[in-house]
């Protein structure tokens, strides 16, 4: 079974531009979780999305938005980008139901933004 | 809020050797997961091991085990037979267990390095 995949790979972008990174989680599952990981401040959750709505969110702001297709695609939308948006961006799936099997996340190998 | 801390930013071991990785965690929770992520240089988040809050025993997966202590709220990975390739940065993780939505809090992470 092919795993999350992720586009693109790598991204520069200059402040004030917008950026749309894509994830394709296994198939079969239908949640898809984002998360930002910078030297600074680790990894942190965005947000999540099960059957095409947002169902979980961290504390980012309202320029990080997101979204899932019907075949639980996901992208991950920037705006406005700042210097402190660097980061890898990683997406993980799961089947997104109740139980240890249902709920465990498993991640893609990530996006790394740079904006200058 | 759950809070993971790993109190050892850094650990090396010789190759066929045993090393334990430290974490704890904060929670007023009574059903929750928590997991051991590796992220090798690639930068690729791989699952290691699973720990389910209400089992007593202790989740094993062939070299990988570790000592959930529940009370204690006391979380490590022993890595038996050290080899090589186990270098990576090392993330202990806390989920919630919801059928309503889950999030991965993670840790700062250890550095494991592996000697030959």
């Known amino acids: 079974k092919a795993g999350v995949t992720q586009t693109p790979r790598y991204l520069i972008k200059t402040r004030g531009q917008q950026v749309t990174l894509s994830c394709s989680p296994i198939?079969?599952?239908?949640?898809v979780s984002w998360y930002q990981q910078t030297p600074g401040q680790g990894l942190q959750f965005l947000f999540e999305?099960?059957?095409?709505?947002?169902?979980n969110k961290g504390n980012f702001p309202g320029r990080f938005s997101g979204r899932q297709f019907s075949n639980s695609r996901s992208e991950m939308n920037v705006s406005t980008l700042e210097l402190g948006d660097s980061a890898l961006y990683l997406c993980?799936?799961?089947?997104?139901?109740?139980?240890?099997?249902?709920?465990?996340?498993?991640f893609g190998p990530g996006t790394r933004l740079l904006v200058l | 809020a759950q809070t993971v801390t790993q109190s050892q930013p850094e650990m090396s071991v010789q190759e066929a050797e045993t090393v334990t990785l430290s974490c704890t965690y904060d929670?007023?929770?009574?059903?929750?997961?928590l997991f051991w992520y590796k992220q090798p240089p690639s930068r690729q988040m791989i699952l290691v091991i699973r720990?389910?809050?209400?089992?007593?025993q202790n989740a094993t997966e062939n070299r990988f085990s570790v000592n959930f202590q529940k009370a204690a709220k006391s979380f490590s990975l022993k890595i038996s037979d050290s080899q090589l390739g186990d270098t990576a940065m090392y993330f202990c993780?806390?989920?919630?267990?919801?059928?309503?939505?889950?999030?991965?809090?993670f840790g700062e992470g250890t550095q494991l390095t592996v000697n030959p």
């Open positions: 993980a799936s799961s089947f997104g139901l109740a139980g240890p099997n249902q709920e465990t996340q498993y």
């Open positions: 198939s079969g599952h239908r949640s």
């Open positions: 999305y099960f059957s095409e709505t947002q169902r």
């Open positions: 929670t007023s929770e009574n059903n929750y997961y």
């Open positions: 720990q389910e809050a209400y089992k007593q």
């Open positions: 993780a806390f989920m919630k267990h919801s059928a309503s939505g889950s999030r991965l809090t």
